[in-house]
């Protein structure tokens, strides 16, 4: 049986200046589509397996024609897309160097996902023939009625016995439609079966103070949930450009902790965390060791730290080779 994973979320066009410049320092943009759902689908699809992305896309809107081809290039099914009254969500990316960090500005009022409500897509139909179900925090952020549409589509998967997993994925300048965060999130993790997150934003959803042992942080989660199957933890620390990138996983039988990357020249970290959560769903699927699913995703998400753009374009194989590489960075005859 093909282990079909099924993604919804928000397309986004993504601008950004040129090199390191500030926004509008030089009149140019580059211009790619990503968007956190959309770049689980294809890193997944980029590792050998079937994917399906869904969303809401603006009808008779030619950027939203080719953000819907830019997918099938990468083999993601489109065929779940549904089109609706609105825009296309935008968001400006000025990178980070050095000292000065990174900046995103939104412009996603009124997209077409942003005005989905409940009823609008048949998750009947659309989650036919997937074995697993990804959600982030970010969907419901963008308006009440995608609050609404996104635990519609978590418990529509779990009633028909799909693995559901929720990345928080918490962008502060998303939540201002009036409900919090914490309510909205929680709520969701309620319908959740693997639950990602990194250790700052999972302690604020939870509560609890930001500081504490991550294993204990873990044991709280699985306590205080008991739908949940398994936690993973991504552990990141930057400075001045320097990242340190690793990750834990609780699955209610054991703590593991994996390798530490120190990625020195980072060329683009915009959805390296979605690499991770592609790379945890292909080990869970694929591996036996949970040791070994959770490396994969690490070693994934280090990958894409290394690629322009939203999307990881890493094959199984160069994962699994950078798993097992201390001699990264040669040339490969």
Known sequence: MTKKLVTFGETLLRLTPPGYERFLQSPHFTAVFGGAEANV????????????????????????????????????????????????????????????????????????????????????????????????????????????????????????????????????????????????????????????????????????????????????????????QGTAVSLRGSLNGHHYWSACLNDRKQFLTGRQFDITHAIDRIGAGDAFVAGLIYGWMNFAERQKTLDFAIAASCIKHSIPGDFCRATAEEVLAMMDSRDTGRIHR
């Open 41 to 228: 689908a294809v890193a997944f699809s980029a590792f050998g397996m079937d994917a399906a992305y869904v969303t809401v896309l603006p009808d008779n809107n030619p950027i939203a024609d080719a953000a819907v081809g830019e997918l099938r290039r990468f083999g993601v099914d489109t065929g779940r897309i549904v089109r609706g009254r609105g825009r296309l969500g935008t968001y400006y990316l000025e990178t980070a160097a050095n000292h000065r960090p990174g900046r995103v500005v939104y412009d996603r009022e009124y997209s077409a996902m942003a005005l989905a409500k409940p009823g609008d897509i048949s998750w009947d139909t659309t989650l036919d023939g997937a074995a697993w179900f990804h959600i982030t925090g970010i969907t419901p952020a963008i308006s009440a009625s995608a609050a609404d549409l996104a635990i519609e589509a978590m418990s529509s998967a779990r009633t028909k016995g799909v693995i559901v997993s929720l990345d928080l994925n918490y962008c502060r300048n998303l939540w201002n439609w009036g409900k919090s965060s914490q309510g909205v999130l929680n709520e969701m993790m309620r319908v959740t079966d693997i639950l990602i997150a990194n250790e700052e934003h999972l302690r604020m959803i939870l509560g609890l103070s930001q500081r504490g042992d991550v294993q204990e942080l873990t044991n709280y989660v699985l306590n205080g949930f008991d739908n949940i």
